[in-house]
């Protein structure tokens, strides 16, 4: 539904043409709303912005997905992504789930190199997403891309996709797994409704399909390819599998922990370890290069 003439309406109202010229300036200030007018003052500054991505920061994860949904009615064309939090907190030993932590991945990719891939125009996310330090490399991590006519070697592209978190199976039944019968590769990356089916000629990628979870059927073919962004924050790298053994040695509580990530096992509640296994972490509006803005949407 297209409902930029009720922006362009609503905008002609006293008090919109400060905040255009506040949005222009890059200042900084409070402006009061009721609830209801709160897409319309967000569309109103992403659509007069200066430069770089809006981050719209909402109390919870519902009324992110709810004012990314309103969003690009008023503003058509507009690229909006939701940069969703952990269902874990951060210190426990539970890992957030591949569905989320991909989502989370493609977005911070796609801010930290809008050169190379699409680049977002804004991101809604929850107050608890935003300040929750991540991974800074993650966003470095480049997806795997696939389409008909590529070459590439399948069991590299395999070993590269448990590189980036993937669970090989026998067969594919959710998300952030991988499965390979022959020449035909089976994906789920966590940002696909439905799993991917890559069918390999030697080491030319010959179509590329999606395939429901249930019967394991072929369905219609994927125009764009595969893209699998990374299924974990902290991906097992020789480094940070050094990093894992020696602290093992001094911290003899974590040795069972430890120990696995040093052989290379992704084990349940790895992430907690992140800030002492890597080089550094960043919130994610650290990771965009130049300017961005934030505006902060309060709970009543």
């Not at 319309?40 to 912005?49: G, I, S």
């Not at 940002?191 to 010959?206: K, Y």
């Not at 069972?256 to 290379?264: E, I, N, S, Y």
Request: aromatic share 4%; charged share 25%.
């Amino acid at each position: 539904m297209n409902l930029s003439g009720l922006l362009a309406r609503v905008a002609e109202d006293a008090g919109f043409p400060d905040i255009r010229e506040l949005s222009r300036a890059g200042t900084g200030t409070r402006v009061e709303a009721p609830s209801a007018l709160h897409p319309l003052v967000v569309a109103e500054l992403t659509r007069t912005r200066a430069g770089g991505p809006v981050f719209v920061v909402t109390a919870t994860g519902r009324e992110a997905e709810d004012l990314a949904t309103t969003l690009p009615d008023l503003v058509p064309g507009v690229r909006v992504e939701v940069f969703p939090s952990w269902e874990t907190l951060p210190h426990e030993r539970l890992s957030p789930s591949s569905d989320t932590v991909g989502r989370r991945v493609a977005v911070l990719h796609r801010l930290a190199h809008p050169e190379t891939s699409e680049p977002i125009d804004v991101v809604v996310t929850s107050v608890r997403a935003f300040l929750q330090p991540v991974v800074a490399a993650i966003a470095d991590v480049v997806p795997i891309r696939l389409r008909a006519g590529d070459e590439h070697a399948l069991e590299t592209v395999v070993e590269e996709l448990v590189a980036l978190g993937y669970e090989r199976n026998d067969l594919i039944e959710r998300r952030g797994q991988v499965a390979v019968r022959g020449g035909i590769l089976d994906v789920f990356p966590p940002t696909e409704e439905h799993p991917l089916r890559v069918e390999f000629w030697g080491d030319t990628v010959e179509e590329v399909r999606s395939f429901s979870v249930a019967d394991q059927r072929s369905l219609e073919l994927a125009p764009d390819g595969l893209l699998a962004p990374a299924v974990r924050e902290l991906l097992l790298t020789p480094q940070v599998r050094e990093r894992a053994a020696a602290l093992a040695l001094s911290h003899p509580h974590l040795a069972d922990m430890c120990d696995k990530l040093a052989q290379g096992i992704a084990v349940e509640g790895m992430e907690s370890l992140a800030p002492v296994l890597t080089d550094g972490m960043a919130i994610p509006i650290e990771l965009v290069p130049g300017t961005a803005s934030v505006v902060l949407l309060e709970p009543e």
